[in-house]
């Protein structure tokens, strides 16, 4: 999807503004520009929902699922991510920068020209994932599973692999590689 209109759930979309509750359930929300800072927000549920223009700065959505969810332009910075779940997701033109996702799921989840630095996916899932035309400095990997995982396009600086495993991972695409450690 280019835009909200061309998502398969827009016609169910309702604005929402906030604020996130812990635990929250969102079914069928679009969020756009809307600054969350700070934001508590662990075990919280997004079903079909949209991010454009959103920015998360700090807080934690520690075990936050995200399913079916579609975010552009979002900004997420020093934000904690830990053990969430995130499935049929895609991220266009998004930046994280400090964040913590370590144990975190992603599922069938694409990244679109997005920006990556200093991502901490310690021990995380990372399962049919693409990383298309995007920029990742310092993305820390180690001890993650990566399964049928690409990176088209994409600029990879400082990438930390040690102890992952690497099953049909394809680096083939991208335009630069340097691996910080973890290469063997």
Not at 30 to 45: C, I
Not at 79 to 92: F, G, M, Y
Not at 100 to 107: K, N
Not at 164 to 181: I, N, P, S
């Amino acid at each position: 999807a280019q835009q909200v209109s061309d998502l398969p759930y827009a016609d169910a979309l309702v604005t929402t503004s906030g604020p996130l509750d812990p635990g929250g359930d969102y079914d069928s929300a679009w969020f756009h520009s809307v600054a969350f800072d700070e934001p508590d927000v662990g075990n919280a549920r997004f079903l079909e929902c949209a991010f454009t223009g959103v920015t998360f700065s700090g807080g934690q959505l520690r075990r936050a699922r995200f399913n079916d969810v579609w975010m552009r332009g979002a900004r997420i910075t020093g934000t904690v991510l830990i053990e969430s779940v995130w499935l049929d997701t895609a991220l266009v033109s998004c930046a994280l920068s400090g964040v913590e996702a370590y144990s975190a799921q992603l599922r069938r989840v694409r990244f679109v020209g997005c920006k990556l630095d200093s991502v901490n996916l310690r021990a995380a899932l990372l399962d049919d994932v693409t990383f298309e035309s995007c920029s990742l400095t310092d993305l820390d990997l180690a001890d993650a599973s990566l399964t049928n995982v690409r990176f088209p396009g994409s600029d990879v600086r400082g990438m930390r692999l040690p102890r992952a495993t690497l099953e049909q991972v394809d680096f083939r695409g991208a335009t630069t590689l340097a691996v910080a450690d973890g290469y063997e």
